[in-house]
Structure formats: C-alpha cells, structure tokens
DNA sequence: AATTAAGTAACTTCAGTGATTACATTTGTC
DNA sequence: GACAAATGTAATCACTGAAGTTACTTAATT
C-alpha cells in the first residue's frame, strides 16, 4: 500500500495529490492514507502541506527512494514472529535459543532489505508503465 | 517455535520425544506443538510415531536440515501483506501495481530464503551450546 | 469568513495465532 | 484382550494487530 502511494505520487511528478485521491487509487479510506503518510514524513520520503489545494508529493527524485528505505519507514514489526510466552528458562535448550535466533533472524532481514533496496521507485513506475496489458484493451 | 522444537529434537539425537516434553520447552500447549510438527512431518524433517512410548524425531541429521527448509514448511503465508481490497482499476497505477510488486516481492523473499538455507540446525545448536552465559552463573 | 485538506482520537470490524478442552485412534506392554 | 500412553483432530475462546469508519480539530488558501 505503502509503495501503492509513493507510485502514484511519482507519477504525477512534483503535483501535489490529496489524501483523497491517494485513497481513491488504492481503494481505501482518505484516514489510512493518512496515517500512512505520516510514516512516510518521519522517513522523510514525502512532505505533506495542509490546507486548500494542498496534499503531498515526494520529497526526493523516484530514482532516489528504494524499497529498502518505503519497508523500514512503515515495517515497524519484525518479519519473524516472537512468541508470546518465554521459553522455559529450565530447558538448555530453551534457555538460550532465544538469542541464537534473534541474530539469524536479523541476518536474514538484512539480506531481505538489500534485496529491496536493488528496486528504487523509477523502477517501479517503469515497471507498471511498461506492463502494456494494462493501458491496452485486450485484442481478443 | 518451529526452529526451537527442532532444536530440541535435535539435541536429544535419535530418542523419541513426546509432544508434551517438547510443549513443556516452548512453555506451550501440546496441541500447538502437534499442529507444529504435522507442518514439519509434511515437509519431511521429522518423523512422528503414535502410541506408548512413541513421539517425534528428526529425519534427517541436524546438518542437513536448514532453516529455510522450515520456514517453507510453517510459513504459509506471504511476508507481505496483500491489501484486502482490490485497488482502483481506472488509475493507471492501481491497475498494474500488484503484478509489479508481486515480482519485486518474490524476489526479496528468495534473497531471505537464501540466507536462511545458509544456517544449519546443527549450527543452531552449536550456538545454543556455545553461548555460555547460559549454563553459567553471573559471577559479576 | 469560507473552503479545503491534513492531523488525530475513538470506536468497530476482521483475520490470524495461540490456547484450551475434549475425544477418537493407534500402539506398546502386561 | 485390557490398559496406558501418545498422537490426530475438531470445536471453541481469547488476544492481538491492521484496516476501516466517523467525527472533530487545526491549518492554509482564496
């Protein structure tokens, strides 16, 4: 959704688009977009002005935003689940796997992201530009 | 808590385990760890035996089993979210974004597989063994 | 001043996961 | 064969997080 957002921002490049109209594209509520956004201005991809014939826009070029930086500006959550309950501290195994697993975890997160951060934004909007399917009607 | 059951299968090498032992080490329910290892008998990585004085054990020697091959075995679900709602068609963007984002987002989950399939269980364990501050005392 | 749009709070809805209980089924042992 | 041990499995509940919705406040433009 996130990147969703940033796409069309990109594509109409530098204008200013409403929350409303962010929402229409990916068919939600303008308040989701929103609070989305906000996450997108604390990473500083986007500026956001209030007012009348205001909205938001991207804050650097599209070549300039990668995957890598749109996932940790909204993934707040780890991809690897902890459970709720602690393991049983009396179990050596239990004891430390905990530990062990967070670093393999975080590795592997860590290789996820450099992947992400191979697509940048123009990319993207290349990508969907590219993908002739969509803007042609099908020919029987 | 798969990569933990495994851990534990594995320390014990060979001997049967019972799903309550293993529930006790994960502090968990039985049941949830049955459903586990139904995950992990379909993929292969242990074997399951019912009745008296049966239980679960590795298939295969902890070397050989790697934790990407347990995370396609538990993980059924995508790590990233696919929107409920469908976007806008008429955008041009809603209407070939998810195909675009599919790829990109197959391709970073491959590059976490492939950092996962780079740690063995048996890797795990010897972690888990290692990591002395575990069997040890705070002797400040 | 009026209008437009973001910021934000409160609430509801919904899906996924873990947890719990209960019961049927299978296996090994006496 | 009877009994005990252990898995397979269904039904149900609780909890959590995300998305959605409504409503109101705040800020900026005209």
Redesign the pocket.
Known sequence: ?AVHVLAVLAYKEGD???????AAS?????????????AL?RAKLVE?????????RLSRSPGHINLAQVYRAV???EPF?T???KPNAACPVGHCIRETLDKVFASAQAALERDLEKTTLAGVISAVKASGVCARKKVD
């Open positions: 959704m200013r688009v409403t929350s409303a109209l962010l990916v068919n939600t509520n303008p308040v989701i977009v929103r609070r989305l956004l906000l201005q956001t002005g209030k007012g009348a014939g205001s909205g938001s993934e707040d959550v689940a459970p709720s309950r």
